[in-house]
């Protein structure tokens, strides 16, 4: 059974504030709860749906604050793809359509790449913030692929 969004939401918003994570000026926050992208706002302690999609999976998210870049994954038989739009949830675009299960999405924003895992294919595959340039970083020996970080200053 799933949680109310809002519950998730406001233990999220209380690990975050116990913490200090949510401290920082500018500091934002997404989330996905499965059919939305959400934004919370620290200040008001509300979320704004900035992309709805009915009967998705949206599972992988991932942002270049710098650029105002936000990207996401949805896995549901209907959408599955990889989107990307402003982070303002506005010029919403599918980037890259031939995944069977992106789970994990990460970014690059110094040489401007996404990353992602597709459990699936069994892949870890990257491509340029267009979707042009794809490739296959590892194709053998992964047993379903999860999540991914990137490190982009020192990798």
Not at 43 to 65: F, M, P
Request: aromatic content about 10%; some cysteine; hydrophobic content about 40%.
């Amino acid at each position: 059974m799933e949680r109310p969004v809002s519950v998730v939401l406001f233990s999220l918003w209380i690990v975050l504030c116990l913490s200090g994570l949510l401290e920082a000026e500018g500091s934002e926050l997404f989330v996905s709860n499965g059919t939305d992208v959400l934004k919370f706002d620290r200040e008001t302690k509300t979320y704004q749906s900035l992309y709805h999609q009915h009967g998705g999976r949206i599972v992988g998210l991932a942002a270049d604050i710098d650029d105002g870049i936000l990207f996401w994954s949805d896995v549901s038989q209907q959408y599955r793809a990889i989107y990307k739009s402003w982070i303002d949830g506005s010029s919403i675009q599918i980037i890259i359509t031939d995944v069977l299960e992106c789970n994990g999405l990460s970014v690059d924003w110094i040489s401007n790449h996404i990353y992602w895992t597709d459990a699936g294919r069994l892949t870890v595959e990257v491509a340029n913030y267009d979707g042009s340039g794809r490739r296959i970083l590892i194709g053998y020996g992964l047993q379903i692929p999860r999540g991914i970080i990137v490190d982009p200053v020192y990798a």
